[in-house]
């Protein structure tokens, strides 16, 4: 079992849904980063995303590829970035996730990849370039090591296909809340509650939302049909701010955030 398998398992075991942070590492630097990762922990996040800059994002809007863009000039590595989580994930119990392209997967080695990973305390990966009739290869390398391989379904995916995916993902199933990119939003769809309600019905992995989450009114109302919440853009945007601004007020700020949409999940 997974740090993330225990994670879900004694959130439901408290009545609890996790809330799952987005932030891109190296943006504005690495240290920056580390310190992130360390208070979105101690503010009540169950599990946290670090986005691995790369320099064709799929579906990610203007903030996430800003962040990405800005990491990547500064010359920013795997390498590095694996070396700040390990530092990080030996101050922390929160499981940390690489949200990373398959084309830097593959370019690593795909075993290599997830045997590194795990050994910079990283407890699993989303690969969203990757698709569900090309992924058995890492799927397998993942189940073999213990290393979640989280996928993805959007509003636009057949069910049929759904399940499918369902089937061939471990810790946790990605549901896409919108047919878009990342990104801030103030509504989200009217079918959402339906669509993840029947989603959850034909899995036993926890579904958790992302996508267009960014204010504690989502996050009240997508509780009751979700086992956990992503938040990405509203967290990087804040983030960037340390730029120009003092970073311990930042930090606060991010977790005072944090804790807002913790307590918003009840």
């Known amino acids: 079992m997974s740090s993330i398998d225990e994670t879900f398992q004694q959130l439901r075991a408290a009545g609890r849904k996790a809330f799952i942070p987005f932030i891109t590492a190296g943006d504005p630097d690495l240290a920056m980063t580390a310190a992130l990762i360390t208070t979105l922990a101690k503010n009540g996040a169950s599990l946290i995303e670090i986005g ?6 799929v579906a990610d809007g203007p903030i996430i590829q800003a962040s990405y ?12 970035i ?10 922390i119990k929160t499981p940390l996730i690489s949200m990373i392209s398959y084309a830097i997967v593959h ?10 990973a795990q050994q910079s305390g990283l407890s699993g990966a989303i690969v969203p370039d990757l698709p569900l009739e090309e992924s058995a290869a ?14 993805l379904v959007t509003p636009t995916t057949p069910r049929e296909r759904a399940v499918k995916i369902a089937e061939n993902s471990t810790g946790f199933l990605y549901y896409v809340s919108i047919a878009g ?13 339906e669509e993840v309600s029947w989603l959850r019905e034909q899995t036993p992995l926890p579904v958790c939302i992302g996508f267009g ?7 009240r109302l997508l509780a009751p049909v979700a086992d956990g919440l992503i938040v990405g853009s509203a967290i990087v945007r804040r983030a960037a701010e340390a730029q120009n601004r003092p970073r311990e007020e930042v930090l606060r700020e991010v ?10 999940l009840g």
């Open 52 to 57: 691995v800059p790369y320099s064709d994002p």
């Open 69 to 80: 863009t800005r990491a990547l000039n500064s010359g920013v590595k795997l390498s590095a």
């Open 82 to 91: 694996l070396n700040t989580t390990r530092a990080a994930a030996a101050k």
């Open 107 to 116: 370019r690593h080695g795909l075993e290599q990849y997830v045997a590194d």
């Open 138 to 151: 890492l799927a397998d390398i993942c189940r073999k090591a213990d290393f979640s391989l989280i996928q």
């Open 181 to 193: 990119i990342t990104g801030e939003r103030t509504a989200l769809p009217e079918r959402l509650l």
């Open 213 to 219: 989450i960014s204010q504690a009114e989502h996050v």
């Open 255 to 264: 977790g005072a955030f944090t804790a807002e949409l913790v307590s918003a």
